[in-house]
Structure formats: C-alpha cells, structure tokens
Nanobody, 119 residues
Framework: QVQVVESGGGLVQSGGSLRLSCAAS????????MGWYRQAPGKQRESVAI?????NYADSVQGRFTISRDNAKNTVYLQMNSLKPEDTAVYYC???????????????WGQGIQVTVSS
C-alpha cells in the first residue's frame, strides 16, 4: 500500500506565509510527478503547482508559491508566501508512483489539509 500524508496547514492572516509538506510512504519503487491541488468551497479542484524535472505553477500563485521536493524522503513541499483570502481552500497532495519496476504509474492523493487566510 501507499500512503500520502499532508501537514502544515492552518489559519494565517492575509500577507502571511505557510509551508505545506507531503510525505509518501509504503510500497514505492519510484515517484514521478509530485504536486499540489486545491479546492475552495463551491469550486472545482485546481492544480496549484507540479514538480517533475521542472516546475509548473498556476498563474494565480506564480511568484508567491514555491514547490520543492526531497527525493530521498519522498517528500514535496509548498512554500506559500503573500497569502491572500482567495488562497483559502483544502490543499491536496498528488503523486504519481510506480510500485515495482515496469509496473503501471498510478496517481495517489492525500486526504487534504485546510488552509484558511483571513483578511
């Protein structure tokens, strides 16, 4: 089995910072993409940032958020600066994982973590 667990969410004032972490564990041979999605109340889930050998950001977070990963720890981070009330959402960690060599590469999701930015 594979587990994906987020941490680091919470309540912060507008303009503040938070750092999310996500660790994947269990039966893992290789992790390809790692990233973060978010879903605000009444809205669809959207991609925030993805990291492979390169990084991609949503336009709405470009220049404010930074994604990074530690491959030795199977962990991805999201440093969020200059937070705005519109960043309030449940943030989900996403990984694409190969459990054994030559097997399928499958998506795995964390359970989500709340980030609330007050004005």
């Amino acid at each position: 089995q594979v587990q994906v667990v987020e941490s680091g969410g919470g309540l912060v004032q507008s303009g503040g910072s938070l750092r999310l972490s996500c660790a994947a564990s269990g039966s893992i041979y290789r992790i390809f993409a790692m990233g973060w999605y978010r879903q605000a109340p009444g809205k669809q889930r959207e991609s925030v940032a993805i990291i492979t050998s390169i990084t991609n950001y949503a336009d709405s977070v470009q220049g404010r958020f930074t994604i990074s990963r530690d491959n030795a720890k199977n962990t991805v981070y999201l440093q969020m600066n200059s937070l705005k009330p519109e960043d309030t959402a449940v943030y989900y960690c996403y990984c694409t994982i190969q459990k054994v060599p030559n097997s399928a590469i499958l998506p795995y999701w964390g359970q989500g973590i709340q980030v609330t930015v007050s004005s």
